[in-house]
C-alpha cells in the first residue's frame, strides 16, 4: 500500500496536506477531540467563541494562555520534519494546518496556509487590527485596541467566525489542482476546512489518509493509513528518497 503511494506521490507535482491537531498529539498538544482532549474539559461554545469572549473574557484569556504556555514547551516532531522534507522534494506543495500551535512553521514549512489563525497572534475584536507583540494579555486586565478601545483577542477563529477569505480561498485553489491530497492527523468534524479533501478527490486527486483511527472521510479515502503521523511521515518520505534515487 505505501510502496503503491509513493509510486504515484514520486510523479506528482502538485501535493496538498492538510493537517489536523493529531500532527502535534506526539509533541505532546492535546488534541480536541480525544479522551484526554481539550473539549473534553471545557465545551468549545464555553471557549472558543465570540460569545464567550464578550461574556467573559478573562476565562476566555486564561484558557488560551494555559495553551500558549503548554505550546512554547513542546516541539515540532518527526510528523511535522517529514513534512518539511516532503516540500522539499515536490515542485508545488502546500501545507493548509487546522492548527494554531505554529509547530510547522517552527519545523520550517515555508507555505503553510493557516486555517484557524495562531496562537501567538493577537488583534483587535472590532476592527481586527494586529497586536504581535502584545505578549502574553493579563486576563484581569485586558488592553483595548488603541485605534478602537476595542478588547484585544486571540487572532483565532472561533465557531460561527468566518475564516480569512484569502487563505479558505487559495486552500479550496491548491485542492481542486491537487494530484494527491494528504489528510493528517484530522477527525475532519470542522468545516469549512474538511470540505477541502472532498473538493481534492472530486477534481480528481487521489486521497490518503494518515490517522490513529477512522474518521469521517475514512469511507471515501483512496489509502488510510493507520498510524501515528510522527511515525509514518519519515518513512514515507525515506521511501521516497529511495525512489527519486533509484
Ligand atoms: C464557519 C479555534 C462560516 C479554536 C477551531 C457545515 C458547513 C460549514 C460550517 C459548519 C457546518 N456545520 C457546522 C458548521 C460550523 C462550524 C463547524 O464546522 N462545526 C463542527 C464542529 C460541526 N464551523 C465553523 O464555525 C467555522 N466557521 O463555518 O464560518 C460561517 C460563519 C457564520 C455562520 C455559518 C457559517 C469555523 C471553524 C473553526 C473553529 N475553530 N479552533 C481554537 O483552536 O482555540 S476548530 C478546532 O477543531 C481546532 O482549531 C482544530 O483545528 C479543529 C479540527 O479539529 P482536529 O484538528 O481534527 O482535532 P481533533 O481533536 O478533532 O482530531 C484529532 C485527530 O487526530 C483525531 O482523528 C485523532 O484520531 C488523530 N490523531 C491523534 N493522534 C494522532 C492522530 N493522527 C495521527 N497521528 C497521531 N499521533
Ligand atoms: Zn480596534
Redesign the pocket.
Known amino acids: 500500500m505505501l510502496e503503491e503511494v509513493v509510486g504515484k506521490l514520486k510523479n506528482c507535482s502538485k501535493v496538498v496536506v492538510l493537517t489536523?491537531?493529531?500532527?502535534s498529539?506526539?509533541s505532546g498538544v492535546p488534541?480536541?477531540?480525544?479522551k484526554e482532549?481539550l473539549w473534553g474539559k471545557f465545551k468549545p461554545e464555553q471557549l472558543?467563541s465570540m460569545d464567550a469572549f464578550m461574556s467573559n473574557p478573562k476565562i476566555v484569556w486564561e484558557w488560551y494562555n494555559w495553551r500558549r504556555e503548554l505550546i512554547a514547551k513542546v516541539r515540532p516532531n518527526a510528523g511535522h520534519v517529514a513534512l518539511v522534507n516532503l516540500e522539499n522534494m515536490i515542485d508545488e506543495f502546500t501545507l493548509v494546518t487546522?492548527?494554531?500551535d505554529n509547530l510547522h512553521f517552527l519545523a520550517g514549512s515555508k507555505s503553510i496556509l493557516e486555517l484557524?489563525g495562531n496562537i501567538y497572534r493577537n488583534k483587535c475584536m472590532d476592527c481586527s487590527a494586529l497586536y504581535e507583540d502584545e505578549g502574553d494579555i493579563n486576563p484581569e486586565r485586558i488592553p483595548t485596541c488603541s485605534l478602537c478601545n476595542g478588547k484585544i483577542r486571540p487572532d483565532?477563529?472561533?465557531?460561527?467566525?468566518?475564516?480569512d477569505s484569502d487563505i479558505i480561498n487559495r486552500a479550496f485553489l491548491k485542492a481542486e489542482e491537487a494530484e494527491l491530497f494528504f489528510v493528517?492527523?484530522?477527525?475532519?468534524?470542522?468545516?469549512?476546512?474538511a470540505t477541502l479533501p472532498i473538493v481534492a478527490q472530486q477534481h480528481g486527486a487521489i486521497l490518503v489518509e494518515?490517522?490513529?483511527?477512522r474518521?469521517a472521510l475514512s469511507d471515501i479515502v483512496d489509502f488510510h493509513f493507520e498510524g501515528?503521523?510522527?511515525q509514518f511521515l519519515p518513512k514515507l518520505v525515506e521511501l521516497l528518497k529511495e525512489q527519486i534515487s533509484t
Open positions: 489536523g491537531a493529531g500532527i498529539a506526539e488534541t480536541f477531540r480525544g482532549g472558543a487546522q492548527n494554531v484557524h483565532i477563529v472561533w465557531f460561527g467566525e468566518m475564516l493528517v492527523g484530522t477527525s475532519a468534524l470542522v468545516h469549512p476546512a494518515i490517522n490513529v483511527e474518521t501515528k503521523s510522527g
